[in-house]
């Protein structure tokens, strides 16, 4: 299994460009989730997907857009990057079942500069 | 904002016991404790979850206190490559975590 893999990995953009993080996951995991993290800072939840079809939005959704028409993957879309969403964007997924905890499994993360 | 305060930064030497502590006097009944930490860049890692029992595995062990308000992280015996940033976070389902700014933890050679 290859686990949670994000691309790309290094991204610049101009301020007002758009663009899409790619997240993917082989564990057939029904949940999936975008977090940033700035600088010394914790993880912050950007989206959600509970399952195929189905979003909603975390703490910090404003200037992103997500969607899950598969269970494999969750992309992130950059509407018009500003330089605030300068930050590193982790993936994560984990399973779902009759038990309530699965492990979150993170992806290697991309890192966004915004000029 | 997160449920939990941790100390900013830890010491430990090499060899032994890193004691990471958590309070979380506001945690509800059916609210979990989970423990994850971030090596460097990376994306952050699974180490322990726990209710109200202690829990131990092959990382670590977590201690809660019968009151559930606040909780200890054991790495027994830490190496090197356990210097991390160890986050605390409380949560009843596992998924939409809010994470704190964590422990730096500084394992000493």
């Known amino acids: 299994n290859a686990g949670v893999t994000q691309t790309p990995k290094f991204q610049v953009l101009k301020t007002g460009q758009s663009m899409t993080l790619q997240c993917a996951q082989d564990?057939?995991?029904?949940?999936m989730s975008w977090y940033r993290q700035d600088p010394g800072m914790g993880l912050r939840l950007i989206h959600y997907?509970?399952?195929?079809?189905?979003?909603d939005q975390g703490e910090v959704p404003n200037g992103y857009n997500v969607s899950r028409s598969t269970t494999e993957d969750f992309p992130l879309r950059l509407l018009s990057a500003a330089p605030s969403q300068t930050s590193v964007y982790f993936c994560?997924?984990?399973?779902?079942?009759?038990?309530?905890?699965?492990?979150?499994?993170f992806g290697p993360g991309t890192r966004l500069t915004v000029l | 904002d997160a449920k939990t305060t941790q100390p900013p930064s830890m010491d430990c030497a090499e060899g032994r016991a890193a004691n990471l502590p958590c309070n979380h006097s506001t945690i509800s009944g059916n609210e979990y404790v989970y423990w994850y930490r971030q090596i460097h860049s990376q994306g952050p890692q699974y180490i322990i979850h726990?209710?109200?029992n202690n829990e131990t595995n092959e990382m670590a062990s977590l201690i809660i206190t019968e009151d559930r308000k606040s909780s200890t992280l054991i790495l027994p015996h830490a190496t090197l490559r356990d210097t991390a940033v160890y986050y605390c976070i409380v949560e009843n389902y596992g998924q939409n975590f809010v994470f704190g700014p964590g422990t730096r933890l500084s394992v000493l050679p």
């Open positions: 564990m057939n995991h029904e949940y």
């Open positions: 994560a997924s984990s399973g779902s079942g009759d038990y309530n905890y699965n492990e979150q499994f």
């Open positions: 997907s509970v399952g195929a079809g189905i979003t």
């Open positions: 726990g209710l109200k």
